[in-house]
Every structure is written in structure tokens, then in C-alpha cells.
């Protein structure tokens, strides 16, 4: 035993208020399988069925709020996944294919 009578604290055990930030907007397993399913594995975009993302695109990004649901996700090649990325028309391609499938996009922006 501790000879100067040093007896910490037991760390409290309650659960987390909120989803950690690094975890918050990430599709799970099964979202990413429902994803893939539903674009038939192949890129939205181009429509290949080589050199895909392992994981969807999102159309609404994580940083911007965007969550990992299935109507917020999207197949997408290597190739359009970094167009998307780089430019405003390849970010408004993936959402307005979002809109023209749901009718709306996960932000609660409505089709006109």
C-alpha cells in the first residue's frame, strides 16, 4: 500500500453529452453498403464501376454540418470525387442529383 496515505479519486462514469467531433457526420457500415447498393456501384457522375471511393461522397460536406445518412451520401470514382472537391459547379452537380432523387437536400434545402 501507499505509505503517505495518497488515495485518488475514481474517474466518474457518465456517458458523453454529444458525439465526439471526429465521429460526428460519418457513415456507418451499414449506411455506406445502402449507399453503394442504391448507385448500383458505380459512379453517379461518370457511371464507372472502376477506381470508386471506398467511401461516399458527401454531398453536404462534414465541416459544413452535412451527416452521414443515406440521402447525404453518393458513389463517386476517384476522378469525380476530386472534381468535386475543386470546383463550385461539381459541388452544385452532386446536389442538385441529391434534389432531382429526394426533393430536397439534407440542409432542408427544397427543389424548386
Known sequence: MN???????????????????GVRGKFNKDTMLEIFERDGWCCVRCGTGS????????????????????????????????????CRAGRVWFENFILSMYGKLNNGVEAK
Open 3 to 21: 505509505s503517505f496515505g495518497f488515495h485518488p479519486a475514481p474517474k466518474p462514469s457518465f456517458s458523453r453529452g454529444s458525439v465526439k467531433r
Open 51 to 86: 477506381d470508386l471511393e471506398d467511401k461516399p461522397h458527401h454531398v453536404i460536406f462534414r465541416s459544413q454540418g452535412g451527416p452521414g445518412t443515406v440521402d447525404n451520401g453518393v458513389t463517386v470514382c476517384r476522378t469525380c470525387h476530386k472534381w468535386a472537391h475543386s
